[in-house]
């Protein structure tokens, strides 16, 4: 089955600069990969996601760029905010019926 | 909101007790998901069901026992819980299932004692 490696699990910035996460899969078949936020007490939420054909997607702070070849995935966010601080993971959909296979997630603070 | 509901949001049971966990989209979706969220792992799926239909069961433990009575509901039985079942459980939803785009509700942290 897929297997996802996400990094780093934690990663502290000062308010203002970039962020990066970035994640590996094992299934070269997979070809969906979305990026979930996940603030205390509430359940992850869909931020951004890319098909595998396309190469990088933007929306407003955040980006996201695929290497189908090395087969990696990695979040960017410009100018972070407090705000964005979250539990962020990543995913990549299996072959066969239905399902999703996440990241362990990474903790992103972002101080003032 | 993203349009799926769980309750209870909290919930502690002994070994023995019998409870459920419920969830409710909004959304008219068709497929919905229980997964386990513990501290440390990645999320683990337990359960998928399209159209009402179980479609994956992922090993799990019989003490949880799954229902979905229709499109817009699904609940998660549980009895004879063990403590290492302590977790945060997420229901969510999507319009189809094949890599379809997953709306997840807030969860309910389950204890055990």
């Known amino acids: 089955g897929e297997n996802v490696e996400q990094h780093p699990s934690t990663l502290s910035v000062q308010e203002g600069d970039s962020a990066v996460i970035k994640c590996t899969y094992s299934d070269s078949a997979s070809n969906y990969f979305p990026w979930y936020k996940q603030e205390l007490g509430k359940g992850p939420q869909l931020i951004i996601d890319i098909r595998s054909n396309v190469g990088e997607k933007k929306d407003q702070r955040i980006a996201v760029t695929l290497n189908k070849t090395a087969k990696h995935f990695s979040l960017h966010i410009t100018e972070t905010q407090p705000e964005d601080s979250a539990v962020y993971f990543c995913a990549a959909s299996s072959s066969g019926y239905s399902t999703l296979t996440f990241g362990k997630g990474t903790m992103l603070l972002v101080s003032p | 909101e993203t349009g799926v509901t769980q309750t209870p949001r909290h919930l502690v049971m002994g070994m023995t007790n019998k409870k459920s966990l419920k969830c409710e989209q909004h959304l008219g979706h068709n497929a919905m998901y229980w997964y386990k969220q513990s501290a440390k792992k990645p999320l683990e799926l337990m359960f998928v069901?399209?159209?009402?239909?179980?479609?994956e069961n992922n090993s799990v433990p019989s003490r949880f026992s799954p229902e979905c009575p229709n499109s817009s509901h699904l609940f998660l039985h549980l009895h004879t819980l063990q403590p290492e079942d302590s977790a945060l459980y997420l229901c969510a939803s999507s319009l189809g299932t094949l890599r379809d785009t997953q709306y997840f509700g807030p969860g309910t942290r389950l204890t055990v004692l």
């Open positions: 069901y399209s159209l009402e239909e179980r479609v």
